[in-house]
């Protein structure tokens, strides 16, 4: 079956350092891979997508590589910021219709003044 | 276009009572779906619905039922609720995907719920 595996943190880090959140998956055939954000108290929001190998998805300074050879797809952001304190969620989704997303259990990042 | 709603936005039950979670969205998305979150899993999918008329089972579907009657709306019901239901639930929405073709989910703001 489908699985996605995340480091779960909490990550922290001070203002302005470099982030970068590691997701790995498994999967049949060609899925779409995505980065939701969940903020204190919220809903989940769509953070940036690939629905392709090599195709870079990117949003807000953030940025993940679909890499099919190492069936990965990374979060990174170069310069992170106060407000980017949130869990993170990878997930998948194949094609087709009627699968639903398959996540990871989420990377809760904490970033300091 | 107000997205994806979901009503109530907090309930306290108790064991074995009832209870229905409302979600509707306006995007003309044929696919929705509900998942609950709880600490440490991440977000499971409890059942699934392709289209009016359509549903079918998730991950975790023991304890729910759906329905679909109309495109908009697909609500979850609880019919005896129990402690391990205690969860944050969130309906999303989405256009069915091509073969092939996956589009992104859109997600309600969740509704928490909790069973003594």
């Known amino acids: 079956g489908n699985s996605v595996t995340q480091m779960e943190g909490p990550v922290t880090l001070s203002e302005e350092a470099f982030l970068t959140i590691n997701c790995t998956y498994t999967?049949?055939?060609?899925?779409?891979l995505f980065w939701y954000v969940q903020y204190p108290g919220e809903g989940l929001q769509l953070l940036l997508k690939?629905?392709?190998?090599?195709d870079k998805g990117s949003n807000k300074g953030f940025e993940a590589t679909y890499r099919k050879e190492t069936t990965s797809f990374h979060l990174e952001k170069g310069s992170v910021q106060v407000s980017d304190s949130a869990v993170y969620f990878c997930?998948?989704?194949?094609?087709?219709?009627?699968?639903?997303?398959?996540f990871g259990k989420g990377t809760h990042l904490i970033i300091q003044p | 276009n107000a997205g994806v709603t979901q009503t109530p936005k907090f309930q306290v039950l108790k064991t074995g009572q009832s209870m229905t979670l409302q979600c509707a969205q306006d995007?003309?998305?044929?696919?929705m779906s509900w998942y609950r979150q709880d600490p440490g899993m991440g977000l499971r999918l409890i059942h699934y619905?392709?289209?009016?008329?359509?549903?079918d089972q998730g991950e975790v579907p023991n304890g729910y039922n759906v329905s679909r009657s109309t495109t908009e709306d697909f609500p979850l019901r609880l019919l005896s609720a129990a402690p391990s239901q205690t969860s944050v639930y969130f309906c999303?929405?989405?256009?069915?995907?091509?073969?092939?073709?996956?589009?992104?989910?859109?997600f309600g703001p969740g509704t928490r719920l909790t069973v003594l």
């Open positions: 999303a929405s989405s256009y069915s995907g091509a073969p092939g073709r996956a589009d992104t989910q859109y």
């Open positions: 999967a049949t055939g060609y899925p779409s």
């Open positions: 690939a629905t392709k190998a090599d």
């Open positions: 997930a998948l989704r194949r094609g087709g219709g009627a699968d639903g997303l398959t």
């Open positions: 995007m003309n998305h044929e696919y």
């Open positions: 619905s392709v289209g009016a008329g359509i549903t």
